[in-house]
């Protein structure tokens, strides 16, 4: 399992694809966390310049752009070895599937904790320079904490659920369509319009464990986050037994 | 390096009602060239990924030395395949391709560099996979199927975009593995391919093993031609045309559709002075003919265009 994982990381290493989605989407971290802080004297905004949660939940707005990011990799990872026919080859060094399958989820934890760093370096000077420019409050209080902890789970959780569509759809651009038309447009528009819906949709779990909430759900319809972190749960498990279910079956024409 | 018989036993395999590989009893045996003959969706693709376990058989086995290729214990050190030669990501270098399989298989480091050095690629070996040639795309294949060192090569369509020379480096890169005792087992939708190469030959159409027999054995049946060099090839034609036998004017003599005795016959009857008379076997018309007989459709395209 340690050689197919290093080969894993080999891969990521060895092409500019996943590098750039990386660096493309740090760049959105700082509008994100952005996004939440008000400026001065701003009034009816979901958490005010003086709310010590507020460091916090800029910190957890941050993860939005990261989370997409997550399940793009995730997909990637094997729709690409279907894309450019790699996956014989890799199917000919080893014939359990399945052990390709589990590397490729170690591998995407691993990246989910890269990540999940790399926003946090980005995303907390920002925020703190920008809470102090206008005068807020910086508080490394218990929101913060549970946010830095969330984005460690929350990351390599869509990495592996993204891994499982790429190994359930195969193809490149039907996954990666499906995935930002999802998680950019169909999940907005549900949460917004049917709240008693879209509590229920993946992407709405994160945006509890994420503490989105005051941004994307301003009257408090979402799940708790003890619901959310089950029912995502839920989701990765039956994501990955499809995959687990699927994989060794299919054909490789 | 112990050889392994590959064995393929009954096998078949169906899509929905389309039955794409139709009950294939063959083996390949150590230390020789197995060619696996056919035309364009003859199935020979569908039974090498069989073979290596890449499409599940609807039925029967396909085995090296009784195992499965998911049972074998190392495969890459056991089986090398070159299934597509595009099995490579563009943006990474040959070097990193090979890294990544060696690393996944725990092959020793030094084993990507000792394969671009035996393919020709030792030069190219840091360029990106997207800037190579079809043919240098093919001898990465190559390279790939030889990582591990194995006592087996499954090759589909090896020749596919390569160049003379490259052919040429092929048939004396494929013989010599087979001179070293592997089992070589190559797909090829031509027979002029691998006349200077193959062993044995599996004919396959529509799904069915047409044939197998030895090289030497199927040149022997396909026999029916001459090849003639005399000072009179004219007076020698018109003889020819007389008999109603088809014939050509060739370099040094004429080539003619009928055997050594009959043109021989002829000569003599004619007076015509001989220098040399000698069957020749044109297997590649041996070959169209063999499945062709099966079904008139299942022509190769060289012949489809030659027609047309």
């Known amino acids: 399992m340690k050689a197919l994982v290093l080969a894993e990381l080999l891969k990521i290493r060895s092409t500019r ?18 996004l939440t802080i008000p400026k ?41 070895e279907f894309r450019y026919g790699t996956v014989t080859s890799m199917y000919l060094v080893e014939p359990q599937r399945i052990r390709i399958l589990v590397a490729k989820w170690v591998t ?39 946010m830095v902890a969330a984005g460690f789970v929350v990351m390599p959780v869509f990495g592996v659920i993204g891994v499982a569509i790429g190994a359930l759809v195969r193809n490149q651009i039907t996954a990666v369509v499906a995935v930002l038309v999802w998680m950019l447009a169909l999940e907005q528009l549900v949460i917004s ?61 | 390096m112990r050889a392994r018989a590959v064995e393929l036993s009954g096998l078949t395999k169906a899509f929905g009602d389309f039955v794409a590989v139709d009950g294939v009893s063959a083996v390949a045996l150590p230390g020789q060239v197995t060619a696996l003959l056919g035309p364009n969706g003859a199935g020979k693709t569908t039974t090498l ?51 990544i399989l060696a690393t996944a298989a725990r092959l020793p480091r030094e084993a990507p560099e000792r394969v671009l050095e035996e393919t020709g690629l030792a030069a190219d070996a840091r360029r990106r996979v997207g800037e190579y040639s079809l043919g240098m795309r093919q001898r990465l294949g190559l390279a790939a199927a030889m990582l591990g060192d194995p006592s087996v090569l499954v090759l589909d369509e090896p020749t596919n975009g390569l160049d003379p020379p490259g052919v040429r480096w092929l048939r004396g890169y494929v013989r010599r593995l087979a001179d070293e005792g592997r089992t070589v087992l190559l797909s090829s939708h031509a027979l002029s391919e691998v006349e200077l190469t193959a062993d044995h030959v599996l004919v396959l159409t529509h799904g069915r093993l047409l044939r197998s027999s ?17 000072p009179d090839p004219h007076r020698l034609g018109a003889a020819l045309d007389a008999a109603g036998h088809a014939y050509r004017l060739v370099d040094d ?56």
């Not at chain 1, 910190?59 to 990011?69: E, K, M, R, T």
């Not at chain 2, 005795?261 to 169209?288: C, K, M, N, S, W």
Request: glycine share 10%.
């Open chain 1, 193 to 253: 319009s049917y709240p008693e819906v879209g509590r229920w949709m993946p992407g709405a779990t994160s945006f509890v464990l994420l503490q989105m909430g005051p941004s994307v759900d301003p009257d408090g319809e979402l799940l708790s986050a003890s619901a959310a972190g089950l029912l995502l749960a839920a989701y990765t498990a039956v994501a990955v037994a499809l995959a687990l279910r699927l994989t060794p079956k299919r054909d490789v024409l």
């Open chain 1, 17 to 34: 694809t996943q590098v750039a989605l990386v660096l493309a989407t740090l760049a959105f971290v700082p509008w994100t966390a952005a």
């Open chain 2, 214 to 230: 030895t090289l030497a054995e199927f040149r022997a049946e396909a026999g029916v031609g001459s090849r003639v060099r005399t």
């Open chain 2, 253 to 308: 003599g004429l080539a003619v559709d009928a055997p050594p005795e009959r043109v021989g016959e002829l000569a003599a009857a004619h007076g015509v002075v001989l220098h040399r008379l000698e069957g020749t076997a044109d297997l590649e018309q041996a070959f169209f003919r063999l499945i062709q007989g099966t079904d008139q459709v299942a022509q190769p395209e060289s012949t489809q265009e030659a027609v047309s």
């Open chain 2, 49 to 99: 990924r069989m073979l290596l376990g890449l499409v599940a058989p609807s039925g029967g086995t396909a085995t090296f030395d009784g195992k499965r290729y998911d049972e074998l214990s190392e495969p890459v050190r056991q089986v090398g395949a070159l299934l597509e030669a595009s099995g490579c990501h563009p943006g990474r270098t040959a070097l990193a391709h090979l890294r």
């Open chain 1, 108 to 146: 995407l934890v691993l990246v989910g904790g890269v990540v999940a760093t790399l926003t946090l370096v980005v995303s907390v000077p920002f925020s703190a320079a920008l809470i102090g420019f206008r005068d807020g409050e910086v508080s490394l209080g218990v929101t913060f904490w549970e």
């Open chain 1, 40 to 80: 001065k004297g701003a009034e009816n905004v979901p958490v005010s310049l003086d709310d010590p949660r507020l460091l916090g939940v800029a910190i957890g707005n941050s993860f939005g752009a990261p989370i997409v990011l997550m399940l793009l990799l995730g997909g990637v990872a094997f729709t690409q």
